[in-house]
């Protein structure tokens, strides 16, 4: 029996030996006939006003227009908007505290945004198209129970007041042209722990503008804030849920049940949003993930409502920032994607600035410069436009990973996006493609030590239904179709 044993182990060794064949590429695959999501853009986030406590003692301005020149921002413009910038088609706006200081004074709306207004403006001078989402970055004092900037708590009586302060603001928008489409009720109001628990005050001044919101109350105002629209003529424009930090609060803190069950809430939800922010250390207050089940559940009862994560990291790298937006786009299926403020003078951000990545820096000199993340944005932005689909990818490597765009009926090409931190088993990618008719992709590449921004590295043909691609480590490279 043993020399039966070792005659079949001695058998079984010598037939895997003999079929033994060596792997010379790694398999990935495009299916551009598959849709994930339809897709609605990428966006900017020009913050202004932020956290200051004691205007107009204090002023800010975060995104640091106000340090440049007429030449300077008009370049940072074509760099953001124009069609050999980042392309960028939607825009995200700041509702501060300040624009009201009682509930039955004049409103003012542009001492504390002309910045704001300016770059959107700019904006849309080069895209008339653009989509504008504005959030209530925190309420007034005299909305608040402790009556001060900042207070933690709702105070209920000033609740159709706040509707006006919102409604107001929209009306303006909308009277000086600004295409404005979501209001979004607040800024990561699920963070009750940004307060002492016994006296509701905020703990750090770094802080930005803020106010608790339990789910109930999001849901109240969901159902409110439509009423003061349409009292005011305005019929376009649409409620979302607000914006919690992350995914992982959205679903676990209560949110998703408390407005799953509420069929009222739901109807008036015109689309759904959250940051989008993660942190893969369990042992911090700020650890979350990306997951599907808020989006899946929503989309289940309400079909064709739309997910937009409205102010995610930059991350550490380029290549971490493209990883983010993927896992947005293939676990979360969202539908549009806006970075953190692009645009950042850091020295502005009282207490020192605990998100220094973005793509446009502005220094207290009065220069910009272009990081390195600019160019691994423009990797996605000038991938996907507005109407496409993102559509099915797979990659073999757990460290590389592929979005693709497919066409959509729109004028842009289909495109795919493919980055890698690959090495080990550094194989060159056989993509397998499928799904479209070209046959022809120039290449454009960004790498993280910055010898290449977007850089035109040339055409790309598919032979026998694959492209053969070789990307360097900590790299992503966009290939856009030409025929």
């Known amino acids: 029996m043993k020399i039966n044993l070792l005659a079949c182990f001695l058998l079984f060794v010598y037939s895997v030996c003999s079929q033994t064949t060596e792997i010379k590429t790694i398999p990935a695959e495009i299916d551009f006939s598959k849709k994930v999501a339809d897709w609605d853009g990428f966006g900017f986030n020009y913050v202004e006003f932020c956290q200051v406590r ?7 301005d ?22 050999e910038g980042l392309n960028i088609e939607i825009v995200k706006m700041f ?39 504005t959030t209530l970055y925190g309420p007034p004092a005299w909305a608040t129970q402790q009556k001060h900037i900042g207070g933690r708590d709702l105070d209920e009586s000033q609740t159709d007041n706040l509707c006006n302060y919102m409604t107001d603001w929209v009306k303006f928008l909308k009277e000086n042209e600004f295409p404005v489409k979501y209001y979004s009720l607040h800024n990561e109001g699920e963070d009750f722990y940004r307060w002492n628990y016994d006296d509701a005050l905020q703990r750090m001044e770094k802080f930005d503008y803020n106010l608790y919101w339990p789910p109930e109350q999001v849901n109240t105002f969901l159902k409110e804030l439509p009423k003061h629209f349409k009292n005011a003529g305005i019929s ?25 069950n509420d069929d009222e809430a739901i109807e008036n939800l015109g689309l759904l949003t959250t940051h989008g922010f993660i942190n893969g250390d369990y042992r911090k207050l700020s650890h979350a993930y990306i997951d599907g089940r808020t989006t899946s559940l929503f989309k289940s009862k309400k079909p064709g409502l739309k997910t937009w994560i409205t102010s995610y990291s930059w991350g550490d790298s380029g290549t971490e920032f ?13 539908n549009a994607l806006i970075p953190w403020a692009g645009i950042q003078n850091p020295s502005k951000w009282i207490g020192g600035d605990p998100n220094l990545g973005t793509a446009i820096r502005v220094n207290d000199d009065g220069t910009y410069e ?32 592929i979005i693709a765009f497919a066409n959509n009926g729109t004028k842009h090409p289909d495109a795919f996006v493919v980055t890698s931190n690959t090495s080990i088993w550094k194989l060159p990618l056989e ?25 035109e590295i040339g055409v790309f043909e598919v032979k026998n239904g694959v492209i053969i691609y070789d990307p360097p480590k900590a790299s992503t490279t966009t290939f856009i179709a030409i025929n």
């Not at 479209?436 to 992709?441: A, G, L, N, V």
């Open 236 to 260: 376009d424009v649409k409620v979302t849920n607000g914006e919690p930090s992350n995914w992982t609060r959205f679903y676990n803190w209560g949110y998703t049940k408390a407005l799953f």
């Open 370 to 401: 272009l990081t390195s993340h600019y160019y691994f944005y423009k990797q996605l932005s000038t991938a996907g436009h507005r109407g496409m689909a993102c559509v099915y990818t797979m990659l073999a490597n757990p460290v590389a990973f």
């Open 431 to 455: 993509i397998e493609i499928k799904g479209t008719q070209s046959t022809r992709f120039k290449a454009f590449r960004s790498s993280e030590d910055g010898m290449e921004k977007y850089k």
């Open 54 to 60: 004691n205007y107009p003692e204090s002023t800010q």
């Open 62 to 83: 975060y995104g640091g227009f106000s340090l440049l020149n007429q030449n300077q921002k008009e370049e940072i413009l074509d760099l953001v908007f124009g069609e």
């Open 322 to 334: 493209v990883k983010t937006s993927f896992e947005h786009i293939y676990t979360a299926k969202v």
């Open 95 to 133: 509702h501060d505290p300040w624009h009201q200081n009682t509930p039955d004074s004049k409103f003012d709306h542009e001492s504390t945004t002309s910045w704001m207004r300016e770059f959107v403006k700019g904006g849309l001078q080069r895209n008339k198209n653009l989509k504008i989402i």
